[in-house]
């Protein structure tokens, strides 16, 4: 039984693209270190990226079938703790549609690994960031999983 479309998403702009799903989970934590130990060795998650050493101390791994990304940052109370990643099947016309709500002042998404995202703001206050893979990827999760086979670009 095939799964029933999601309707097209409009925005301020007149723009329309589709939410394919959740990408991944992203938290906000005050040890990466010791919150990846937690999740590694209590939760079984694969770590497939070990960003202790960056500016922004991170980690990424798989738990089951979900993507958790850990971020080191103070959190503020009640925002950004916790954030909501959608995919969707055309980026570019989800940055254009949600201009008015985008967070920053850049003129196109960011990219890094050929994934391509951008953030905007919910009315909470909370980013929620769009994103778009390589390869017609539904999630970071099927990317992430690319890592753990050794067969990710």
Request: charged share 25%; net charge negative.
């Amino acid at each position: 039984m095939a799964e029933p479309e999601a309707p097209a998403a409009t925005a301020a702009g007149g723009g329309h693209f589709r939410i394919r799903g959740l990408s991944h989970l992203a938290l906000v934590v005050a040890d990466v270190a010791v919150t990846t130990a937690f999740y590694r060795d209590r939760l079984g998650m694969a770590v497939i990226h070990d960003g202790r050493a960056e500016a922004v101390p991170n980690a990424k791994g798989m738990i089951g079938q979900l993507l958790l990304e850990l971020e080191q940052r103070e959190a503020k109370a009640g925002t950004d703790t916790i954030t909501p990643a959608l995919t969707v099947d055309d980026i570019d016309a989800a940055f254009a549609a949600l201009a008015d709500v985008r967070i920053g002042v850049a003129d196109q998404p960011d990219e890094m690994f050929g994934v391509r995202y951008f953030s905007v703001r919910d009315p909470d206050g909370r980013a929620v960031e769009l994103i778009a893979f390589p390869n017609g990827e539904a999630d970071l999760g099927a990317f992430g999983r690319k890592f753990l086979e050794g067969s990710a670009a």
